[in-house]
């Protein structure tokens, strides 16, 4: 478990992203704080150690990554994983057989598989909502509700949810609010300043964003869960490795400068496919457009590199991401680089076709993460490619 200093907050995210949770080295005075990277470490006697005895509990590089992105979230604790999805486990084994979750129904592909395929037949119980209804999350409430889950904006429809109108509801009936952060992260979205509980991060996206590295972080300010979540790190041994630490923390430093650079070209790209007859469908929280802009301007305070879009013709999208140069076509976001995805093929195969259908999530829609390129460069690639792609094919009946 480990704890930023309550000064740290008094300086800005810019500021905290560089310095927080670290100190120089005690050795040599090492700016970056070294990979340590070993399993275990001498102990001075029976029971006696310098805080550290095996590496699964506890690594000096692992800690000033948990104590850095908790600060860039506004928490006092972080706890790291081997991966996004093994922060989502280890958020579900706080509950027990017949506790009852609500889920946002669009979120990451791979986090609903966890849910539907493992927990459910271990005696959870789950009902997935569309959660940008405060009231339809609330008609979803039972008295054995222990838990809300929620993902904003969402992978890949870009669905938000209210955080203050959910975190009301979830203290107001004593309920664990989890938000996944990873899409807006703490630069332009702070879910536990609305309520939320525990905020989720994969950190192989944005935060590492060099996409080298694959990890999650949880972040919260109560202790009790901090020492819960902690031992499950623990206990279970989900933990990322000293190098992975180390590669994420690096990234975060520069965490804000990116995400400015990201969010110019999305909103960029995204205002550019606005403008096209051929792009029916845009879905990003930036565009007027959205249905949801006003709340994404009341708790965003930017908008990032996601941009969804449908061609309404699955051949046709086939066609536009095998047809760009500059997006790779790839499973992940959040780099530096820009990615091209087809979520019901990819990040989202794995979700029952008929709740796809239900999300508008069709086998024409396309995922893009615009990286931090020259943002002439990436729309020339995209207008290459749906060239490439031609109009929709119009079948006669």
Request: net charge negative.
């Amino acid at each position: 478990m480990t704890r930023i200093l309550p000064d740290d907050l008094e300086y800005s995210v810019a500021t905290r992203a560089v310095h927080a949770g670290q100190e120089p080295d005690p050795k040599a005075g090492a700016v970056m704080p070294p990979i340590y990277q070993t399993s275990t470490y001498v102990m001075e006697g029976l029971g006696r150690h310098k805080g550290y005895d095996y590496a699964r509990s506890a690594n000096p590089t692992r800690e000033a990554y948990e104590r850095n992105v908790a600060s860039l979230e506004g928490a006092t604790h972080g706890i790291a994983y081997g991966s996004g999805l093994a922060a989502l486990d280890a958020v579900l084994k706080l509950l027990k057989a017949g506790d009852h979750v609500i889920s946002e129904a669009n979120i990451y592909g791979g986090s609903a598989r966890m849910m539907r395929e493992f927990y459910i037949p271990l005696g959870l119980e789950f009902t997935f909502v569309d959660a940008r209804n405060i009231d339809t999350v609330a008609a979803a409430l039972r008295p054995t509700t222990r838990l809300i889950f929620s993902e904003t904006p969402t992978n890949p429809m870009m669905r938000l949810t209210d955080l203050q109108a959910m975190g009301d509801l979830t203290q107001a009936h004593g309920l664990l609010l989890v938000v996944d952060n990873t899409f807006a992260t703490p630069i332009f979205q702070q879910p536990l300043s609305y309520g939320a509980d525990i905020v989720l991060h994969s950190t192989t996206k944005y935060l590492n964003g060099h996409s080298d590295m694959v990890g999650g972080m949880l972040v919260c300010h109560r202790e009790d869960l901090a020492e819960k979540l902690s031992f499950i790190q623990m206990a279970g041994g989900a933990i990322p490795g000293p190098m992975d630490c180390w590669l994420a923390l690096r990234g975060a430093k520069t965490l804000p400068l990116r995400m400015q650079q990201h969010d110019r070209n999305g909103r960029a790209i995204a205002a550019w496919l606005a403008e096209r007859d051929d792009v029916p469908k845009i879905y990003y929280p930036g565009l007027p457009s959205h249905p949801q802009y006003d709340l994404a301007c009341r708790q965003m305070s930017g908008f990032g590199g996601m941009i969804s879009f449908d061609l309404e013709d699955p051949e046709r999208a086939r066609r536009f991401v095998e047809g760009t140069r500059i997006f790779s076509l790839a499973e992940s976001l959040g780099g530096v680089e820009s990615l091209v995805n087809h979520p019901a093929s990819m990040t989202h195969a794995s979700v029952p076709q008929d709740m796809r259908a239900e999300m508008g999530l069709t086998d024409s829609l396309v995922r893009l993460s615009c990286g931090i390129e020259n943002v002439d460069d990436l729309i020339s690639d995209i207008d290459r490619a749906l060239a490439l792609a031609g109009r929709r094919t119009e079948v006669s009946l």
